[in-house]
């Protein structure tokens, strides 16, 4: 029998312990899951960052660890773990972020906003905005994520340019790459949206300098993570109207601290780390499809590169 442990806050044990052994059980795989192994004795890690184990150096058996999130900038350091640690890739979390970052993106778009605030019995001045055609979309790391909303965004006619690490070929989308494409990425984009993992390149990607390259009064949007962002760089940029408004949905420090002045600013939209839930019913098919693997000598999938930090 396989021993799985599964190491993550209890409110996840009660949302994934029956998903994951309905799986395991369709899957044909006999095992033990429980929040409580013998390290030593331990086939496999379910994981989450904010969960229980933080050093695997007694778990000798363990053949991977699976996070059940999707970045894992938290992790990929950790000195005491030397098994394959596989990241969550997931269709639902996928498209998730996907309807997220087009609903705030079409808000912007459109300029919702001007119409939904202004229910005071004034007939304002009709402000057409322009196609999707004329508002070009610049999307920061198009890899599961970041690719699946560029192609959402193409469907409705924005004109999409992705940028990545390592040269990429997403259709539909211009796709620039390494520190000469970001500039051409950033040059005049109308909407800029984040989709990196956190690493020591992507820091503070978004800054004074880069922020100044977009057109003026740009929309940022930021699902990917907070240290992407110079939180000062934006504040001065969304001051002088460089960028008209700012939707973050992740922060340097979580929850963002009740004094930090994106509350506060009105070209800001703070949402609590929401754009894209894992959900436990396709989260523990792949996860026991990555045990599957394991089990009959495949290799796992969506495995963790650590020397380059995702
Ligand atoms: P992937 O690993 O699939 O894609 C990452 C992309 O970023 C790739 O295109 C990669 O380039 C690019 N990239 C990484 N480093 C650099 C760099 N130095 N320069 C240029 N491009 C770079 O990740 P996902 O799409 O699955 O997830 C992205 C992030 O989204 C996660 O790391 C997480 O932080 C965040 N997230 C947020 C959620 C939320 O609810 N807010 C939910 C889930 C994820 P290349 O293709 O060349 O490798
Ligand atoms: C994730 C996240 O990484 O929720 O999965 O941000």
């Given at each position: 029998?396989?021993?799985?442990?599964?190491?993550?806050?209890?409110?996840?044990w009660?949302?994934?312990?029956?998903?994951?052994?309905?799986?395991?059980?369709?899957?044909?795989?006999?095992?033990?899951?429980?929040?409580?192994?013998?390290?030593?004795?331990?086939?496999?890690?379910?994981?989450?960052?904010?969960?229980?184990?933080?050093?695997?150096?007694?778990?000798?058996?363990?053949?991977?660890?699976?996070?059940?999130?999707?970045?894992?900038?938290?992790?990929?350091?950790?000195?005491?773990?030397?098994?394959?640690?596989?990241?969550?890739?997931d269709?639902?979390?996928?498209?998730?972020?996907?309807?997220?970052?087009?609903?705030?993106?079409?808000?912007?778009?459109?300029?919702?906003?001007?119409?939904i605030?202004?229910?005071?019995?004034?007939?304002?001045?009709?402000?057409?905005?322009?196609?999707?055609?004329?508002?070009?979309?610049?999307?920061?790391?198009?890899?599961?994520l970041?690719?699946?909303?560029?192609?959402?965004?193409t469907?409705?006619?924005f004109?999409?340019?992705?940028?990545?690490?390592?040269?990429?070929?997403?259709?539909?989308?211009?796709?620039?790459?390494?520190?000469?494409?970001?500039?051409?990425?950033?040059?005049?984009?109308?909407?800029?949206?984040?989709?990196?993992?956190?690493?020591?390149?992507?820091?503070?990607?978004?800054n004074?300098?880069?922020?100044?390259?977009?057109?003026?009064?740009?929309?940022?949007?930021?699902?990917?993570?907070?240290?992407?962002?110079?939180?000062?760089?934006?504040?001065?940029?969304?001051?002088?109207?460089?960028?008209?408004?700012?939707?973050?949905?992740?922060?340097r420090?979580?929850?963002?601290?009740?004094?930090?002045?994106?509350?506060?600013?009105?070209?800001?939209?703070?949402?609590?780390?929401?754009?894209?839930?894992?959900?436990?019913?396709?989260?523990?098919?792949?996860?026991?499809?990555?045990?599957?693997?394991?089990?009959?000598?495949?290799?796992?999938?969506?495995?963790?590169?650590?020397?380059?930090?995702?």
């Open positions: 029998m396989l021993k799985v442990l599964f190491s993550a806050k209890p409110a996840a009660e949302e994934y312990h029956a998903p994951l052994n309905a799986a395991f059980a369709a899957a044909g795989l006999d095992v033990d899951l429980s929040r409580d192994q013998v390290p030593a004795e331990t086939d496999y890690i379910v994981f989450a960052p904010n969960g229980p184990v933080k050093d695997f150096a007694p778990y000798t058996k363990t053949k991977a660890v699976l996070s059940l999130w999707a970045g894992v900038e938290t992790v990929v350091d950790n000195a005491t773990l030397t098994q394959p640690l596989c990241r969550l890739v269709t639902s979390l996928t498209q998730g972020m996907v309807e997220w970052v087009t609903g705030h993106a079409l808000r912007h778009h459109l300029g919702i906003d001007a119409h605030h202004g229910q005071d019995g004034i007939w304002r001045d009709q402000i057409t905005p322009p196609l999707a055609k004329a508002r070009p979309v610049t999307i920061l790391g198009i890899g599961a970041g690719a699946a909303c560029g192609q959402a965004l469907a409705f006619g004109p999409v340019t992705g940028w990545s690490r390592s040269a990429k070929d997403v259709p539909g989308l211009r796709c620039l790459h390494g520190d000469d494409g970001l500039k051409a990425a950033l040059t005049d984009a109308q909407i800029v949206i984040t989709l990196l993992p956190q690493t020591p390149q992507t820091g503070n990607i978004l004074a300098d880069s922020l100044a390259l977009l057109a003026k009064g740009a929309f940022v949007i930021n699902p990917g993570r907070g240290p992407l962002i110079d939180d000062d760089a934006l504040l001065r940029a969304l001051d002088s109207g460089q960028i008209a408004h700012a939707t973050l949905d992740v922060f420090v979580e929850p963002l601290p009740a004094d930090h002045p994106f509350w506060a600013h009105p070209q800001v939209t703070v949402t609590p780390h929401i754009a894209a839930t894992t959900r436990a019913e396709t989260a523990a098919e792949i996860i026991v499809d990555n045990i599957r693997r394991g089990e009959t000598g495949r290799p796992f999938l969506n495995v963790v590169d650590r020397g380059r930090g995702y």
